[in-house]
């Protein structure tokens, strides 16, 4: 009799524990809650200030402005004396290099400096300072099961992500504390079964308009670890 109550005791643990389990949506809905709980970026109106530090180069010093009420995005980047603006409002672009419109063709190539590219660093920013929120996008498939992971030696929840066509190619994993539900790294794989792609260490937080973002940001190679490099974010 002891013996078949042991045995049902354990079964009922082990359905609760199974039954406790987060489905992928509650944990997005978990972390979201943690890292916006007014739920201000869908009207996000602010402005921050990114530091990157790369192995043999010099350090890149950016002010991002965001503003997605009135769709506009302002990017500032001092490097080797060196100051390049990209201004987006709607469809408006409007590109300064060291504070005057005129730029040479030699200059918009050896810069970098031109329309596409302020595009492409609006997506970026806005997309890695948006997360997690920028999960619920429309085009972004979260795969139902929540997976169990270790990266670094600490046990995470994550979650799986691809993409629909014509949104992005990627595929994504982010990594959530257990407890509390904060996002502690990401990693992305072009091709996942050559294992290239990178992972980033995500280590403090800043407050920025009631937002938790990552402060810093620590940058590998998924194939060797190799450290690529860090950026730093503080408040303006």
């Not at 406790?20 to 997005?28: G, I, P, S, V």
Request: glycine share 6%; proline share 4%; net charge neutral.
């Amino acid at each position: 009799m002891m013996r078949i109550i042991i045995v049902l005791l354990l079964s009922s643990m082990s359905f609760l524990g199974h039954s406790q389990e987060l489905t992928a949506n509650q944990l997005l809905q978990k972390t979201m809650a943690y890292h916006d709980p007014n739920n201000n970026w869908s009207s996000f109106s602010g402005a921050f200030k990114v530091l990157m530090k790369t192995p043999n180069s010099s350090e890149r010093k950016s002010i991002i402005q965001i503003n997605l009420p009135q769709e506009q995005f302002n990017l500032n980047v001092e490097k080797d004396g060196n100051t390049l603006e990209y201004k987006l409002k709607g469809k408006t672009c409007t590109l300064l290099l060291n504070g005057s419109p005129e730029i040479t063709e030699a200059q918009q190539k050896s810069f970098n400096l031109n329309c596409e590219r302020a595009n492409m660093m609006k997506d970026y920013y806005t997309y890695l300072y948006g997360l997690p929120m920028k999960l619920k996008d429309p085009g972004t498939i979260i795969d139902p099961k929540v997976q169990h992971k270790k990266l670094k030696n600490k046990e995470y929840l994550v979650l799986k992500v691809t993409y629909e066509e014509g949104v992005g190619g990627d595929t994504w994993y982010f990594y959530f504390d257990p407890a509390s539900y904060a996002m502690e790294a990401y990693q992305f794989y072009h091709d996942e079964s050559k294992n290239d792609g990178e992972y980033i260490l995500l280590k403090d937080q800043e407050n920025i308009n009631d937002i938790r973002m990552p402060k810093t940001r620590e940058w590998y190679y998924n194939k060797d670890h190799k450290f690529l490099g860090t950026d730093i974010l503080s408040q303006i």
